[in-house]
């Protein structure tokens, strides 16, 4: 017992030297800063609030008034095809969505209804639930401004077809 002891105190003793020789600088190693190059801006250790502000280039198109944008592919969640000033933050006390694309107030609105699967809750064995899913509730985690912009980067994705998935 008192080997096995002694054995043990050896080896978390050569452990806490090597450990605290690991701290001891090389002097092989560069000093240089390095540029990092590309379409960001900003530093990738700040947040998103600095990254560059996207604007319309003509006014911000308004709910009702504007041509909806064919999705990208079969089943993309489509853009939302007007401002959403005023209507964000969306929290779990408000989401001015929910005024409009309920089922019940979107046709007589003549806007996009939410579909029914936005009322199946996943977190609980896929039940069909009276209000929208708690999954479903933050529209703009898969739903996005629509807007022509000029992008930074050429998008050369190609859809599949309806046909391609049957």
Do not use: W
Not at 22 to 47: H, Y
């Amino acid at each position: 017992m008192k080997r096995l002891l002694l054995i043990s105190a050896a080896s978390a003793l050569v452990l806490l030297t090597g450990c605290n020789n690991a701290g001891v600088s090389n002097n092989n190693v560069s000093n240089k800063t390095v540029k990092v190059t590309g379409i960001r801006k900003a530093s990738l250790n700040s947040d998103s609030q600095n990254l560059a502000v996207v604007k319309y280039t003509s006014t911000a198109p308004v709910p009702g008034k504007v041509k909806l944008f064919k999705t990208s592919y079969v089943t993309a969640p489509p853009m939302i095809p007007h401002s959403i000033v005023g209507m964000t933050p969306i929290t779990v006390k408000s989401n001015m969505c929910l005024s409009c694309h309920l089922p019940q107030n979107a046709k007589a609105l003549g806007v996009t209804p939410m579909p029914k699967d936005h009322f199946v809750d996943n977190f609980d064995g896929n039940k069909h639930v009276r209000k929208v899913a708690g999954s479903r509730y933050f529209c703009t985690t898969c739903h996005d401004r629509q807007a022509n912009l000029n992008p930074v980067v050429e998008n050369k994705f190609e859809a599949m077809r309806k046909s391609a998935l049957k």
